[in-house]
């Protein structure tokens, strides 16, 4: 290969990317960087369904733990973070194994990106605020009319990106689809090899994410929010750590929106359409090599795979 290599491993939530990445560092000189939003925050251990400690010590990640849940990380940031670990891994004579479920992560690294307004929390509360008392519905109109692209793109129901989108256009006047037509003209230097993981039975990916999200409740993940707003006193519902998928629905339940067993229906739900719309969007790559992440076989498959690129 003219480029160095590498590697991508892509999939939807407890579709099985950490266990399959433990065996391919224990098979391979790999080193992990994690392509998760959500990992990036301290003290969020239990909703994010982070490895353990036990995992971490014999497949160290990088890109995880590394700030507060009261700070900010951009998409900008990140690209900046992972080309500099490529870069470091490679000088190691190792092979950097990106990892993870974000999707606009690994899009922005292989397309390239343009600087987006920043994050203005005091846009985010009035939409919020807005959305309290009409309905994301109403909003999902409002942006219709002002970025018709960006909107036809969006599930009227997903009220974290209609929410940003509506941000960015309030704060720049300029609406999201703007910003994402901007190409960045620099040629990612390397040669990627993506490992997609599918379920061939969706139903079971289900089963399997209702199992983790009442793994998580038994673990404790109420009282790890109860705790984070304690020890980030600067901590806001509204803030990106906080919008993650379980911890908005445990502070609407805190907020006395719905009892328990609502609660935790509606994380079910919000990481089954979480899953979706990964499954979508990996569906649209290019070059995507895709297993079944329901095969009793996978990481026997995957490294035989990975061995025969690497030849």
Known sequence: MDKPAIFFLIGPTASGKTKLAVDLVKTFAFEIISVDSAQIYQDMNIGVAKPSQDILNIAPHHLINIIKPDETYSVAQFLQDTLRLIDEILLRERIPLLVGGTMMYFNALEKGIHEMPKTNFQIRRDIEKEAGQFGWSKLYKKLQSVDKETARKLNPNDAQRISRALEVFYSSGKPLSYFHKTENKNEFPFTICKLGLIPSNRNILHQRIEFRVNEMIEAGLFKEVELLFKKYPKLQNQMPSMRSVGYRQVLDYFNGDFQEKECIDRIVFATRQLAKRQMTWMRSMENLNV?????????????????????
């Open 291 to 311: 297993f079944d992440c329901l095969n009793d076989d996978l990481n026997k498959d995957v490294i035989a795979f990975i061995k025969k690129v690497l030849l």
